[in-house]
């Protein structure tokens, strides 16, 4: 059982833990210096009472390590900015990247133990805010990532014993405020809301570890001990696991496949048409995005799509009506090697847009299930796993009130080769078509199976795919401004006629 009161372990004097220490250092360097050349980064979340000496843990390891390679993070109330993002976006701008260790003085964990201890809200999202701090941490630990997760324990006459030692001791009594005699008067009410939260998230890939704090030496050398294990036992675990790197030709979910084959792409709209009609709908959504501004709910438009079919001017065309104060385009390429350090998710996270705000993405996170499963630069199970994870970061951006509106720009094979042609003709163009274009080309059938699944596997209703016949530029920019418009209607509960 987790919560069952960690063994008092046997207090170490000051001459065994001076003796200890070298080898500890020692080991704890040694971790990083092969940590630093490993594929992942090591989380260490130090949580428990107040006076259990979280502080001096952290110090103690501070002073330990080699100070290059790591950082450590404290969080406390969210700010305006972090309120008006969805709450995991703070913890994940804060993630190291590979060959590092992060350190968290306070975590995910700190308001969700604050919440629960004084029922600032119900049961029902407490849940979901555990919940969403489960899916975060195994989607880390999926990706590689060892997390380290202490519980310092201090029974009740102990934390009292240590308040009242600090307080009588004039060099150390500023570090006794009115919040930790708050919190120890409340130390029932905080004790029933960690066992809750500790038996909720302890999971295989993130288990707790309880230590009894009572003694400082031997608490961190406890903690020390514990790092050092279990960065032992993930390198083994690691070495263990072999990525396989077949390509998966065949769809997973052939209904996605016949969706998209049959999208019928004849259709064309005129000079003339499209004229007549481009202005009614650029107006209609310059005022359903002003809607949402003035509601405090943010945008995110998703272009995907095959190679030239348009993506770039139908962006044009759409922030053509969008106020250039109020939202961003973010061109997706190939992963810088800090984004390579980083789960992959993590380069989508940091660009969510405030509330109000609207942020485009010129390809996007599904590139996971696209170009890295085709390519083999994930593995099997690694984009097989992605669909799961994709859903569950739109579900999270939803939730927090995001209007999510997702593209595929559909073109026939033929139409994309005349435009390849077009471009290669072309000197203005020319720098649109490279070598990567055809050798995509020649992968269609695979590809065309990639994106079926895509739209069968990530279509929601919070966040559901707009398909757009696009062999006609014209028809296909109108189609995504009476698209966009009318889902951000719809999701704000507006219809403009």
């Not at 097989?384 to 739109?394: K, L, S, T, V």
């Amino acid at each position: 059982m987790l919560w069952s009161m960690p063994a008092i372990p046997q207090r170490l004097t000051r001459k065994e833990y001076d003796a200890r220490v070298p080898k500890l250092r020692e080991d704890l360097v040694q971790l990083q210096v092969q940590l630093k050349e490993s594929p992942f980064k090591i989380l260490l979340i130090i949580a428990g009472y107040e006076g259990a000496g979280r502080g001096e843990v952290i110090n103690t390891l501070s002073g330990w390590l080699d100070p290059r390679g790591v950082e450590t993070f404290a969080f406390q109330e969210p700010t305006d900015e972090e309120r008006e993002r969805p709450f995991m976006w703070r913890f994940w701008r804060s993630l190291p990247t590979c060959g590092r260790i992060g350190i968290y003085a306070g975590s995910w964990y700190t308001e969700a133990l604050r919440e629960e201890t004084f029922s600032r809200i119900t049961a029902g999202e407490i849940s979901k805010e555990l919940e969403r701090i489960q899916h975060f941490e195994k989607l880390l630990a999926d990706n590689g990532t060892l997390i380290v997760k202490v519980w310092l324990h201090l029974s009740k006459v102990a934390q009292r014993d240590r308040l009242h030692a600090l307080e009588s001791n004039p060099d150390t009594a500023w570090r006794v405020t009115p919040e930790h005699w708050y919190h120890f008067r409340n130390y029932d009410r905080i004790a029933r809301a960690a066992r809750r939260i500790l038996r909720s998230t302890n999971q295989p890939s993130a288990p707790w570890t309880v230590i009894d704090a009572e003694h400082e030496r031997t608490r961190n050398a406890a903690v020390a001990k514990l790092i050092l294990t279990r960065f032992r036992a993930h390198c083994r675990k690691h070495k263990a696991t072999t990525k396989n790197l077949r390509m998966a030709a065949k769809p997973l979910q052939p209904a996605g496949l016949k969706r998209l084959q049959a999208l019928p792409l004849t259709q064309s709209l005129s000079a003339l048409e499209y004229e007549q009609k481009r202005e009614k709908w650029l107006g209609r959504l310059n005022q359903a995005v002003r809607a949402a501004h003035a509601a405090h709910r943010s945008v995110i438009f998703v272009f995907e799509g095959w190679d030239a079919a348009g993506k770039g001017g139908a962006i044009r065309r759409l922030t053509s009506a969008i106020d250039a104060r109020h939202y961003r385009v973010i061109p997706v390429a190939k992963p810088t090697d800090e984004e390579k350090a980083h789960h992959y998710l993590w380069r989508f996270w940091r660009h969510v847009p405030r509330a109000g705000m609207v942020t485009i993405y010129d390809r996007s996170w599904y590139g996971r299930v696209l170009v890295e499963r085709l390519e083999g630069f994930a593995s099997t199970a690694e984009w097989r796993r992605a669909y799961g994870e994709i859903n569950d970061f739109e579900r999270q951006i939803a939730s927090h009130g995001t209007i999510v509106v997702k593209f595929w720009l559909q073109i026939s094979k033929d139409e994309q080769l005349r435009r390849f042609r077009e471009r290669e003709a072309t000197p203005y163009k020319l720098h649109k078509i490279n070598a990567e274009d055809w050798r995509n080309r020649r992968k269609w059938a695979g590809y065309e199976a990639a994106v079926g699944d895509m739209l069968a596997l990530t279509d929601s209703s919070f966040a559901p795919w707009q398909l757009i016949a696009a062999n006609d530029k014209r028809y296909a920019r109108l189609s995504i401004l009476k698209t966009a418009s009318k889902q951000i209607e719809a999701s704000l509960g507006t219809s403009i006629v």
